[in-house]
C-alpha cells in the first residue's frame, strides 16, 4: 500500500494568514493527488485534484503543487470557513488511501 | 445535481454482517466507480473498496475476505456487506463517486455511523 503523511498534523493560523499543508507519499504518485476539505460532522469535500486543479466552485484562494512524492496544498488568505480538517488522497493505485489529515484552528 | 445517500442499520452485533446501500439520484450511473469509504470516530478515511457499474469490483486487501460490494442498476443503488464485524469497524461509512477517466472523488454521501456492539 503506499503510505500518505501529512505535516503538521495540527496548525492555528488567523484569518488571513497564509498556510501551506504537506502531504508525502511512500512511492511515487506522478500527479495522482487530490486534497480534501472536511469539517465536523460533514463528508469530505474535493478541493482540488490531480495535484494543482481546482474543483469547480472552490475559492482561488486555494492551490495545490507537487509532483512524484511531495505535494503542497496552500491557503493564501485564510477566511473563518476554511477552519476544518484537510487530507491528502492517492488516487494512482489501489487500495486508495488517505493521509491522516491535518486540522487547520483558529489562533 | 447528483445525490448520494446511505442507509441501513445504525447498530449491528459483534460477529455478524454490516449491510448498508448507496442509493444515487440525479442522472444516470453509467460510467461510475462507487466506493466505500469508512472513518472510524477521531481517525482518517479508509478506503473498503470500489464497484464500476458494470459490476467489476476492487476491495482493500485488508477487508478483502469480508467485503463484497454489489449494484442494482435498475435501482440506482450501490450496497456494501461487511462480515463478521466487530468493534473496530465502528465508523462512519460513506459512498462515494468517481466518474470512469477520473482520479477522485467528487461526490460523496452525507454518511451514515455504524456501531459494532452487542
Known amino acids: 500500500d503506499i503510505q500518505m503523511t501529512q505535516s503538521p498534523s495540527s496548525l492555528s493560523a488567523s484569518v488571513g494568514d497564509r498556510v501551506t499543508i504537506t502531504c508525502r507519499a511512500s512511492?511515487?504518485?506522478?500527479?495522482?493527488l487530490n486534497w480534501y476539505q472536511q469539517k465536523p460532522g460533514k463528508a469530505p469535500k474535493l478541493l482540488i485534484y490531480?495535484?494543482?486543479r481546482l474543483q469547480s466552485g472552490v475559492p482561488s484562494r486555494f492551490s495545490g503543487s507537487g509532483s512524484g512524492t511531495d505535494f503542497t496544498l496552500t491557503i493564501s488568505s485564510l477566511q473563518p470557513e476554511d477552519f476544518a480538517t484537510y487530507c491528502c488522497q492517492q488516487n494512482i493505485n489501489t487500495p486508495y488511501t488517505f493521509g491522516q489529515g491535518t486540522t487547520l484552528e483558529i489562533k | 445535481q447528483v445525490q448520494l445517500q446511505e442507509s441501513g442499520p445504525g447498530l449491528v452485533k459483534p460477529s455478524e454482517t454490516l449491510s448498508l446501500t448507496c442509493s444515487v439520484s440525479g442522472g444516470s450511473i453509467s460510467d461510475y466507480y462507487l466506493s466505500w469509504i469508512r472513518q472510524p470516530p477521531g481517525k482518517g478515511l479508509e478506503w473498503i473498496g470500489y464497484i464500476y457499474y458494470s459490476g467489476s469490483t476492487s476491495y482493500n486487501p485488508s477487508l478483502t475476505s469480508r467485503v463484497t460490494i454489489s449494484v442494482d442498476t435498475s435501482k440506482k443503488q450501490f450496497s456494501l456487506k461487511l462480515s463478521s464485524v466487530t468493534a473496530a469497524d465502528t465508523a462512519v461509512y460513506y459512498c462515494a463517486r468517481q466518474l470512469s477517466g477520473h482520479y477522485y472523488f467528487d461526490y460523496w454521501g452525507q454518511g451514515t455511523p455504524v456501531t459494532v456492539s452487542s
Open positions: 490531480a495535484t494543482s
Open positions: 512511492q511515487s504518485i506522478s500527479d495522482y
